[in-house]
């Protein structure tokens, strides 16, 4: 795939299904490329409703189950997806990035047995992961992402990170904490963005404490917070591990007269470096 007028083209120059939504704003230089779930039904659920002007609401791209990718909002144009959000000291993040949106019911609940969406579909137990969200602390159901659209959200993201020079890969769950929960716990965002990002295998990704912060013994707040706490704001640190809501982390220089220290901190206090 590639971009021609800030549109998305197959290599022949073939166009990508494009179906234009209402709800855009003006001139568009992203700086983030910001990733959702649609909580719907189906990916032509989603599309039909985002070009519908009373959704108030669009993304520049929808990514089926199947990998199929229609874009809605030419890249270089605001697209409404983000709302009320913050990130490294920009307020409203829809006029500083691109949004891609994923086919996935989102959290689910266990009613008679079955998983259960909001909308009142049923998804299969092999497509559902129970995991804790980052900025909670109770498990709950999550629709689990295709391959076949990870790979091709994973290829356009590299070409728009490569082609319009963004600085990172988000979620809308970092941008809103609270307010949103997506792409939520069955997107490996760190995986994603490494790949998208082409971090190579022996690179770890570097964060940096958005205030002061409690290291731990282990992946949970009942863990003790270790003697050489807390990290400083501003401290850098290298992501080691995954668990929950919760980073394995090996900090950078010394911090508080302790060198090579490790430890368990929560992901809500960390941003990308």
Known sequence: MKI??????KPDGTPYPFRASPNVGGKLEAKYLVMHFTAGASAQESIDWLCNARAKASAHIVIGRDGKITQLVPFNKVAWHAGASRWEGIDGLNGHSIGI??????????????????????????????????????????HI??????????????LLVDQYGLKSIIGH??????????????????????????????????FVATEALNIRGGPGAGFAALPEGPLPAGTRVEVLAEEGNWRKVDVIGTVNGANDLEGWVNARFLRRA
């Not at 992402?145 to 590299?158: C, D, G, N, S």
């Open 145 to 158: 992402y295709t391959p076949e659209q990870i790979e091709a959200a994973v290829e356009l993201a590299a």
């Open 4 to 9: 021609s007028k800030h549109l998305l083209v």
């Open 173 to 206: 769950d970092d941008i809103s904490p609270g307010r949103k929960f997506d792409p939520g716990p069955a997107f490996a965002m760190g995986n994603f963005r490494a790949r998208a990002m082409g971090v190579s295998d022996d690179s770890l990704p570097q």
């Open 101 to 142: 949106e994923l086919d996935n019911a989102g959290r689910l609940v266990r009613k008679g047995g079955k998983w259960q969406a909001w909308f009142g579909g049923t998804i299969k137990d092999a497509d559902v992961m129970e995991a804790v969200h980052k900025n909670e602390s109770s498990s709950c159901g999550w």
